[in-house]
C-alpha cells in the first residue's frame, strides 16, 4: 500500500491511541481496518489483536514509521484503527427490508469495487431503483467513507450496506434462500433476454477486472449491457444503473 494514504483511509475516521483503539473494539464500533506495529506485541496489543479476530476485523502488522504517518505522531502507542463513516448492516437486515415491503429481494452484490465515488453512486442508484440493500466484502474493497456518503447523496441513510468475510459464501447462503444470482459480464446474454424478475441479487465486478471466476462460477446466469461502441465496458457504477433499471422494467411489466 506504500506509504501514502490511499482516499479510502484519508476518509476514515482515524483511532490511535491503545485504550481508545480497544474501547472503539469493545463498543462494537464498525472498523474497517487495524494496523498493529509489527513485532512482538505485548499484553494490551495482544487483547487488541484478539478482540479484531473475534470481530473478523482486517489486521495489518505495519512499521512504527507507517503507524506515526497514519496518527501525525508517535502517540498512536503501537494500534491505529480506521473506522467506517457509516455503521454497516447486516445481510438480514436487507432480507427483512424486503419483507416489510411484502416484496421478493433486490439486492446488489459488488465484487471488490475500490473507487468510493463508484460505491457511492451506486448506493445512491440502489435506493432509487428500490433495491433493499447492498453487499461488499471486507478485503480488496472501499468501505462506508465520508466520500461514499457525499457521493450517495444521501441514500446511504435508507439503504442498508453489509460487508461480508466471503462474497462467494454469501451468494451460496442466499440462493438457499430463494434467490437467483445475475452476474454482470460480457460473456453473457443480453439483459433483455433474461428473466430478471422474482428474488433477485444483481452481481457487479470491480472497475479493472470485472466479477472474479470464483464469484461468477457461484452466479445462476450472466447477463450482458448491449454496446455498440468502440470500447468494451461501462464504468462499474453506470453498468449498475442500467441493469438495476432493467429489474425495474421487468417488474413493473409484470404488475
Not at 43 to 62: D, E, P, W
Not at 98 to 127: C, S, W
Not at 168 to 188: N, P, Q, Y
Request: glycine residues 8%; negative net charge.
Amino acid at each position: 500500500m506504500g506509504d501514502k494514504f490511499s482516499e479510502n483511509e484519508e476518509e476514515s475516521l482515524i483511532i490511535y491511541g491503545r485504550n481508545a483503539v480497544l474501547e472503539a473494539l469493545r463498543s462494537g464500533r464498525d472498523i474497517d481496518r487495524l494496523y498493529v506495529q509489527e513485532g512482538n506485541p505485548d499484553g494490551t496489543l495482544q487483547s487488541i489483536i484478539r478482540t479484531a479476530k473475534k470481530m473478523n476485523i482486517i489486521i495489518n502488522f505495519v512499521s512504527r514509521d507507517r503507524l506515526n504517518k497514519y496518527a501525525e505522531g508517535d502517540k498512536h502507542q503501537g494500534a491505529v484503527a480506521m473506522a467506517a463513516a457509516y455503521n454497516y448492516a447486516e445481510v438480514e437486515d436487507i432480507l427483512n427490508a424486503a419483507k416489510e415491503k411484502g416484496e421478493p429481494p433486490f439486492i446488489i452484490v459488488l465484487d471488490d469495487i475500490e473507487d468510493p465515488h463508484n460505491l457511492g453512486a451506486i448506493i445512491r442508484t440502489a435506493n432509487q431503483a428500490g433495491a433493499h440493500g447492498v453487499i461488499i466484502p471486507k478485503r480488496h474493497a472501499v468501505g462506508l467513507t465520508a466520500t461514499v456518503a457525499r457521493t450517495s447523496a444521501g441514500a446511504i441513510n435508507y439503504t442498508p450496506v453489509a460487508k461480508v468475510t466471503n462474497i462467494s459464501r454469501t451468494i451460496e447462503e442466499l440462493k438457499e434462500k430463494g434467490i437467483w444470482f445475475a452476474c454482470a459480464d460480457m460473456s453473457g446474454d443480453i439483459m433483455y433476454n433474461c428473466n430478471l424478475t422474482g428474488a433477485i441479487g444483481l452481481v457487479i465486478g470491480s472497475e479493472g477486472s470485472g466479477v472474479s471466476r470464483l464469484v461468477k462460477e457461484k452466479c445462476d446466469f450472466v447477463v450482458k449491457i448491449p454496446m455498440f461502441g468502440q470500447i468494451d465496458s461501462l464504468n462499474a457504477s453506470v453498468a449498475a444503473g442500467v441493469l438495476s433499471y432493467e429489474i425495474v422494467r421487468q417488474r413493473m411489466m409484470q404488475k
